[in-house]
């Protein structure tokens, strides 16, 4: 996403990609090549989708939920360096999810979350997400080191020492109140240079077992991992942070692209939808996180059935240049999703959900697909099993 953090000396300490797709919460098991990870939290992680341990009963039902609330859990607000009384208003709304830009950490220490933990109007806190690859894309460097990129891990790991690595991370993650992490990238490698050595490997294989090992050493800690960017960025043409991106057909990606998700996507894992362009499979003039059929793609071909949340929607320029937030927001919950991701001042927040919430009511928006959506994020908070 166009705010993410690059640096060619250093190690960047946050990324910001925005990247919205699915969580199930289903525990399962990682393909490793002749190794399987079960998805199975260690004795003494405790694993939980959330900083609080609010049992499942007292969350609100989102089939009877107030609809402004329902309108609110299908929302991630990005933030940079959110002070006390911005996050106080932001769980007063009952927001759906926090993502935490910039590589400021006094926000991370300071006991500032504490207000996002506590349980929230609907029964259970917010999810709080951040972009922590490693590499060029770190958002806790400044406190818990530098984490070497994707392709590094490759090269001089093995899996099982990637899930010890990610384990460790999640740990550190959790710590400082994030308990979802936009990564890892399963994009397959190619000459993109937005994705680059974020990518684990050119091979489906590799970036399965790889960005598998990630993912479960997440989940061992009891952070959320999110698969991005679906359909595939990786051996797309042009930037979706400043324009369109063109991927390979959809026949090329069912083919490659798409093997991390089918394998996968039944591990207790998200999915992050991008803005790209895929010939044979995309809408004319709608980016993937708006597009109805690419989320079909990944619900009914893939038989995803966890948490989708967008990629970011207010500044990336693949959406920016034709659709103002609001449109772009309604487009994406109709579409498929089910956490919409973007920037904006906490304090813009409550009108954003008066417009969307009349959007609803003047059938521009189908209330039962804000509902399915509400009901995803709960689930991924641990409220019980998502539509």
């Not at 890892?184 to 050595?197: E, H, M, T």
């Amino acid at each position: 996403m166009r705010g993410e953090h690059r640096r060619a000396s250093a190690p960047v300490r946050t990324g910001w990609r925005g990247r919205a797709l699915v969580a199930a919460l289903a525990v399962g098991a990682l393909s490793t090549g002749s190794a399987v990870i079960a998805l199975t939290p260690h004795s003494d992680s405790g694993a939980r989708l959330s900083a609080n341990d609010t049992p499942a009963a007292t969350c609100a039902d989102p089939a009877t939920m107030p609809l402004r609330a329902a309108v609110a859990q299908a929302l991630m607000v990005g933030v940079v360096a959110p002070d006390r009384k911005e996050l106080t208003l932001l769980t007063k709304v009952r927001i759906g999810g926090v993502f935490l830009h910039g590589d400021g950490t006094e926000e991370l220490t300071d006991g500032r979350l504490k207000r996002l933990a506590a349980p929230g109007p609907v029964g259970v806190a917010p999810l709080v997400a951040a972009d922590d690859e490693g590499g060029r894309v770190q958002r806790i460097a400044g406190l818990a080191g530098s984490m070497r990129s994707a392709r590094k891990q490759t090269q001089t790991l093995s899996a099982d020492e990637v899930r010890a690595l990610a384990r460790k991370r999640g740990e550190r993650l959790l710590r400082y109140g994030i308990t979802m992490n936009l990564a890892p990238v399963v994009d397959l490698g190619g000459s993109n240079s937005a994705i680059g050595d974020r990518s684990y490997a050119a091979r489906a294989d590799k970036v399965t077992r790889y960005a598998g090992a990630f993912a479960a050493g997440l989940r061992d800690a009891g952070v959320l991992p999110t698969l991005k960017h679906f359909p595939g960025h990786g051996r797309a043409v042009g930037d979706s942070h400043r324009g369109q991106a063109m991927t390979p057909s959809v026949a090329s990606l069912r083919e490659r692209d798409w093997v991390p998700y089918r394998t996968l996507g039944a591990t207790g894992v998200a999915v992050m939808v991008g803005h790209l362009t895929v010939p044979g499979l995309s809408t004319p003039g709608l980016p993937s996180s708006l597009d109805p059929a690419v989320y079909r793609a990944l619900r009914t071909e893939l038989g995803f059935n966890g948490l989708v949340v967008t990629d970011e929607l207010s500044e990336m320029k693949a959406v920016r240049d034709k659709f103002g937030l609001r449109k772009a927001l309604r487009r994406a919950l109709a579409a498929g999703a089910d956490l919409a991701l973007f920037f904006a001042e906490p304090d813009r927040v409550p009108r954003l959900l008066d417009r969307l919430e009349a959007d609803v009511k003047h059938g521009r928006l189908p209330e039962a697909r804000v509902r399915e959506a509400a009901g995803r994020v709960l689930a991924a908070k641990g409220c019980g099993q998502g539509g």
